[in-house]
């Protein structure tokens, strides 16, 4: 069994453990600050990595911390605390990758995605009755406004034509369960300069941060916010030509 070294003394401990007991007692009692605690050096944070490295826990300290975890809440100050932590955190290129890849991985396997439905079914979805106003995307219920006059299938199929069945978010090809998106979010504006094709699943990104979405539309077409202005009265969609 591999060994570990303590955060505060430097001692060797069992690997699940972060300190000795003298030092967990300590620390307990209200003797020892994290205020006035010289932080470990770079030696002792390598050693410790390496101490870590192919160590798995077993079944049964898995069971046992379950058991001791049960019944545990945390209170909404540490939550608060952990949630401004979490935000000022970055995760790199390589870490993604790597969660992406692990997450592909998990949803593969049959018994797993039975288990993540579950345990998002009924009142255990934090989005459960959460709907209408007390919806956190809630925009006046844009969603139930009307499309323009010239929203048709035909309109469809030439801004499909025109990026070639192509998503102009992803770069994969967009034939089945796929559709135009409003870049000002406004499905009256049915000009081909608003409209660009992509993915339902990319499409269902851009109902938050629509700012920011307009911006990234503009740059990536080369478009002006101008030119997204839309007057019912003075445009004639029919001599606008297509964005390319």
Known sequence: MKQTLCIDCGKRISPIASRCKSCSNKFRAGKYNHKNRKPPSKETIRKQVEGRKGYKTS???????SLANKGKTR?????????EVGKKRKHTSKSKNKMSQTMKKLWRNKEYRGKATICKKGKKNPMYGRCGESCPVFNNYSSREPYGKKWCLELKKQIATRDGYICKYCGKIAIRVSGPHHI????????PINLVWVHN?????????REHWIDFWCKRLNISRGELNFKEKNTSEENISLVV
């Open 201 to 209: 699943r990319c499409n269902a990104k851009f109902n938050t941060k």
């Open 184 to 191: 000002n979010y406004n499905k009256r504006d049915c000009r």
């Open 75 to 83: 209170s909404k100050e540490f939550r608060e605390r952990m949630r």
């Open 59 to 65: 079944e049964e300290t898995k069971k046992k911390l």
